[in-house]
């Protein structure tokens, strides 16, 4: 079994490697070590810039560099890439539509003993309702690392989202195709079909197990990008199973959960219920007893199941 390994060093690594294929240029906010964008600075010190703890002015600064044709991206804990550089993002970056690609580490609850105020539970509501906007949770090793270089591909903004917490690999390197909006099925259902994002890809493989243990079949789907989102698979698993259940590491609200409400709103409107933080706050603590805490578990994914499939009529 592959070690367990956070998908911020995914991050890291892959600038580091992608550095010997592509012109990439890497800023950060005084936080290098920490969302691992300093294994591309000691590689390649001559495209690394540190603009010291100023969010907004490393985005600004961002966006005039990728006027020059320059892939750039831009790295900072979750909390303040999306929140304290919002306006730099709005109006310098997604306006004129630039190259540069937001790595947002340190997001969601697993943050743990860094508590409420650095757990960013908001940051995919905010970016998702930004034209032109990007948006990317990859769920392991594997898959960051591919996201990184499909972000460096795609021709406009990205918001890349990394978290601190290890977590166990799910995809085979040698099989795995990343393909920007495009979900990925890993295991069809009848009853019911779990879509998750992020560190909850695996509970919700485990919470399909559970179910299976009682008779109910109920099929997962990974949703890596946010924003564009992959409408067809989301309507015809609804289409097949008739209950949706959304799981993801962030707020229920504007968050995966709203996207895929969207979709089913217009495409194909069954039962369906979101697993996620409840439009409350983090707090500090160890970050699988946070998960624990705020229902971020397979087995709270399997009960909602139940719930979302005794809503069918």
Known sequence: MAEK?????????????????YDIL???ADLSKSTKTDMFKKKFPERFINTGIAEGNMMATAAGIATTGR???????????AGRAFEQIRNSICYPNLNVKIGATHAGISVGEDGASHQCLED???MRTLPNMVIINPADHIEATAAVE????HDGP?????????????FDSETYKFELGKGVTISEGTDATIIATGLMVPEAIEAAKLLKNEGIDAGVINIHTIKPIDKDIIAKAAAKTGAIVTAEEHNVIGGL?????EVL???CPVPMLRVGTQDVFGRSGKPKELLEIYGLTAANIAETVKKAIALKK
């Open 26 to 28: 890497v800023m950060d």
């Open 71 to 81: 892939v750039v991206f831009a790295s900072s804990f979750a909390m303040f890439a």
């Open 5 to 21: 390994r956070a998908t911020r060093e995914s991050y890291g690594m892959a600038l580091a490697e992608l550095g010997e294929k």
């Open 124 to 126: 995919i509501g905010i």
């Open 265 to 267: 709103c217009e495409t």
């Open 150 to 153: 499909a972000a460096i591909l």
């Open 257 to 261: 959960g709203s996207a895929v409400a």
């Open 158 to 170: 990205v918001y890349l989202r990394f978290g601190r917490l290890a977590v166990e690999q799910i």
